[in-house]
């Protein structure tokens, strides 16, 4: 409990930032320009955290957590500050401001990746697994506050502030971080002499981008079967094929592939992927139904997200608490994936008459299921490992849950751009649709209440009937997650101390490699 709140405030910087920023994007385009590089803002985030993520996971085994946690910490601020910096005098004026935010959002990205990984290591390393869903469960409550405050925050500095303290604002908090840890947190110094496994990083880290930018680009900027997707796609396997063989003759490889001859770090890594892509990708597409279908402001749809995000921590908090009473858990990803799998359907059951309290029942019960999920799936990757591989099972875990969301988006990306292009040529013509359905996740909700009525509400079909389309074909995504779950086995979670205290420090000696 003294650790927790500098652990705290650490996942804050990694949760708000994007909500913070994603407010602030279009004063940002506004004094920079480059509108036809915006989504590269955020691809390179994503593409930072999600490459470096393994990477700190292995080298936190290796050398100690604290120091390597305090390092993401301050590589994520320098990269908050050249963000606020971007276009500046300082650095030349706005000429090329928007291809500086780019570089510096993935400066940024790669110490986000050491941040919710180690957060997650580090209360396995001070808490023994019995009494671990407790602490799990509060962080995915803070989680849960910070995608809500987010976007208010990132509002009340977009109308007040300028738009570069959407980046200096990570300032204050960061420093408070690591003054905290360095004086609270007491974990083990390891003097682990065996080198990192920087070839399977290099090999891991091309593959990784390929695959986000296939996700990112394709059916977009790319046909799916254009030279560039299918060469992206030629490039993942290939260096995927290669990465496997290297990490078996690897003293100690970045992803020890010899984790996933366990079952239960497999099974609970594809539930992972399943959740990101059900979750996250369908998530994505509540913001545009509540603007454009249900005439919410960009304000009050953050306000109708609530009832998803109390219900997430509510069921989290208690989760956590069940499974330090009782110690089992085996139940909780098969009733978290029975209840996501009820959301999206609900979800998929809405139209352009559904109020905004049908709504919210709907996205609340969605909360519920995740819920049950969100940090259970993380503590059985962590039980089924042994404590010197503590790192790799939480950054693996997080790993794939980001993959899935990056392919979720993807998929249900073509599904809405096909649906609502095909409601849409019926009132327009198919060339006109065909423009439209490719801006569809960019319509302004005033525009639309310009419209002519019977264009409107044409529109307004054609858009819910697309959504709700996409919510259905998460259902069989999220009733995978419970099938998988029943054939998960129920490990005892141990008890006792697992970090050395303080005196035993300089003592500890490293599992051997």
Not at 227 to 245: C, K
């Amino acid at each position: 409990m003294v650790v927790l709140p500098g652990l705290m405030l650490a996942m804050v910087l990694a949760m708000l930032d994007n909500m913070i920023v994603g407010t602030a994007m279009p004063r940002i385009v506004g004094e920079l320009g480059g509108v036809e590089h915006l989504s590269w803002v955020v691809t390179a985030y994503v593409l930072g955290t999600t490459v470096s993520t393994p990477i700190w996971g292995k080298i936190g085994d290796l050398y100690g957590r604290k120091t390597i946690f305090m390092v993401s910490i301050v590589i994520f601020m320098v990269g908050s500050v050249l963000c606020g910096m971007a276009g500046s005098d300082m650095l030349g004026g706005p000429g090329n401001g928007m291809g500086e935010l780019i570089a510096f959002r993935a400066i940024q990205g790669l110490g986000a990746g050491g941040l919710m990984v180690n957060v997650m290591a580090i209360i396995g390393d001070l808490v023994p697994p019995r009494e671990r869903g407790q602490y799990q469960g509060i962080t995915a409550g803070v989680m849960s506050m910070a995608m809500f405050a987010g976007p208010f925050v990132g509002g009340f500095i977009t109308d007040n502030l300028d738009w570069r303290w959407a980046f200096y604002v990570n300032l204050p908090i960061g420093a408070v971080a690591l003054i905290w840890l360095a004086l609270r947190l007491k974990l083990p110094k390891l003097r682990n002499k065996v080198r990192i496994d920087w070839l399977g990083a290099a090999l891991l880290s091309v593959s990784i981008t390929a695959m986000v930018l296939i996700t990112t680009w394709g059916g977009n900027q790319y046909a799916w079967g254009s030279w560039q997707i299918l060469g992206l796609a030629a490039i993942a396997v290939v260096t995927l094929a290669i990465f496997i063989p290297v990490e078996r003759r690897t003293a100690e490889p970045i992803m020890p592939l010899q984790l996933f001859r366990n079952r239960n770090f497999t099974l609970i890594s594809v539930i992972g992927f399943l959740l990101g892509f059900a979750m996250f990708g369908a998530m994505n597409f509540l913001p545009l139904f509540q603007q454009t279908v249900q005439g919410a402001s960009a304000t009050n749809s953050g306000l109708l997200m609530l009832p998803m995000m109390g219900a997430a921590m509510v069921v989290s908090i208690f989760v956590g608490k069940a499974i330090t009473a009782t110690g089992k858990y085996k139940i909780y990803p098969i009733i978290g994936g029975l209840g996501m799998a009820v959301g999206v359907w609900l979800l998929s059951l809405m139209g352009v008459d559904t109020p905004s309290w049908q709504s919210g029942v709907y996205i609340a019960v969605l909360g519920v299921g995740m819920g049950f999920l969100m940090q259970t799936t993380m503590l059985i990757a962590q039980n089924s490992v042994e404590q010197r591989d503590l790192g790799v099972a939480s950054s693996t875990s997080t790993f794939f849950r980001s993959i899935g969301g990056s392919f979720g988006v993807s998929l249900y990306g073509a599904v809405f751009n096909s649906r609502f292009q095909s409601g849409m040529s019926d009132l327009l013509g198919p060339e006109a649709a065909e423009k439209m359905a490719k801006g569809g996740g960019r319509m302004d909700p005033a525009a639309i209440a310009a419209m002519p009525s019977a264009l409107r509400t044409g529109l307004l079909e054609s858009l819910a009937h697309a959504i709700s389309t996409v919510f259905f074909w998460a259902i069989p995504f999220a009733l995978l997650v419970p099938v998988l779950a029943l054939f998960i086995k129920e490990i005892p979670l141990r008890g006792g101390p697992v970090a050395a205290s303080a005196d035993e420090q300089e003592t500890v000696k490293p599992a051997a490699g």
